[in-house]
């Protein structure tokens, strides 16, 4: 008996080796036992298997890597699994890299969810589409919040590019009939992720005791989501959402940059009972299009799902800080490129 003959859902999930890719695998592999889960990751620079570390070793787990750009490698990794749904988290995510180069976030996060949207398409009818995205394309709101029908106004060619992946994957939905998801989640934090983005980045140079830079006044606020609870809701949004529908996932706390840099240095100082990092602190001139507030309005999935966050941004934020002090091996490797070595050891000519 093969694998496709003993799971009924075989599950792609695109980016499965970055942060919420790996978190949300660690949390629904023992959860769905009788799914095969396919984790497809072309290993970029904040693409870490370790993240995932003797979860080969599980019977509903495979990992190919494979670039969602290569259609004909895709094309030949959904045949050879008899693919029937995928959760599609793989893009390029970091603004300040979309600034500086905004072609391989066209390729990536347009391009490549084109061509998975056609690789369900060819699948027929059966095939669920979940699409993770981002609060950035709806831009920024002085004043209350956006609805999972407002209107789109991406600032920075990353939010543009993720904007555009929604609409292709609504068009699917109602020009090919395709089951499709669409989950707009905001500022997401917790272990694994990758220290270009603020927590890490502002928990790593303060270990080295370096300046902490913080763009313009400090004051653009965003809505902080623990990756737990974006796991929690991305299982509920796969398995229970309405097919053509848009769920917001909101954060369980609105912070300005500038007082989340202030908390995790009192946590740091608290735990570390040295010095007083807060002094680190460095204000630097703003990046451009930087959008002053995100804010979504989560009352579709809490009303329709029954989501609610689990964990009070306090509590996620010392958790997540705590994760780092204990990892600090990790967060230097995934730095220097060293962790590339373990899929070569691991996963080079291993039989899937």
């Known amino acids: ?67 969602i750009r290569d259609f004909n490698s895709l094309k030949s990794c959904f045949d050879k699994y008899d693919i029937n749904a995928v959760i599609h988290l793989a893009a390029e995510s970091h603004v300040d890299r979309s600034i ?74 109602h020009t090919y009939g395709l089951d499709t998801v669409i989950s707009n989640c905001t500022n997401n934090f917790g272990p694994y992720q990758f220290p270009e983005k603020l927590i890490p980045l502002v928990i790593r140079n303060a270990l080295k005791n370096e300046p902490i830079p913080i763009y313009g006044d400090g004051r653009n606020i965003r809505s902080w989501l623990f990756v737990e609870d974006h796991c ?20 369980s706390a609105e912070l300005s940059n500038i007082e989340v840099v202030r908390r995790v240095c009192r946590i740091m100082d608290h735990i570390m009972s040295d010095g007083h990092r807060e002094d680190l602190i460095v204000f630097v001139g703003d990046r451009p299009g930087h959008d002053r507030r995100y804010a979504l309005d989560g009352a579709g999935i809490k009303s329709e799902l029954g989501w609610r966050a689990g964990h009070t941004f306090d509590q996620a934020l010392e958790r997540t800080v705590r994760w780092y002090l204990e990892n600090q091996q990790w967060l230097e490797e995934c730095m220097t490129g060293e962790y590339m070595s373990y899929y070569e050891r691991n996963y080079t000519g291993r039989r899937k």
């Open 100 to 173: 500086l180069g905004p072609e391989v976030f066209i390729d990536t996060n347009i391009k490549g969810t084109f061509n998975l949207l056609e690789l369900a398409r060819m699948k027929g009818p059966g095939f669920r589409f979940h699409h993770v995205s981002t609060d950035e394309v709806y831009g920024s709101r002085d004043e209350g919040y956006f609805s999972e029908a407002a209107a789109y106004n991406p600032s920075s060619p990353y939010a543009a590019s993720k904007a555009s992946a929604d609409h292709l994957v609504r068009a699917y939905y």
């Open 1 to 67: 008996m093969n694998q496709t003959d003993r799971h009924n859902i075989r599950l792609v999930v695109t980016g499965g080796a970055g942060f919420i890719g790996s978190n949300l695998l660690k949390y629904l592999l023992p959860l769905y036992r009788n799914y095969l889960f396919v984790n497809i990751d072309c290993l970029t620079y904040a693409g870490n298997l370790t993240n995932l570390e003797n979860r080969e070793k599980e019977e509903n787990y495979i990992f190919e890597k494979i670039d």
């Open 232 to 251: 929690r809701a991305l299982d509920m949004i796969f398995h229970r959402g309405k097919p053509g529908a848009t769920y917001n996932i909101p954060g």
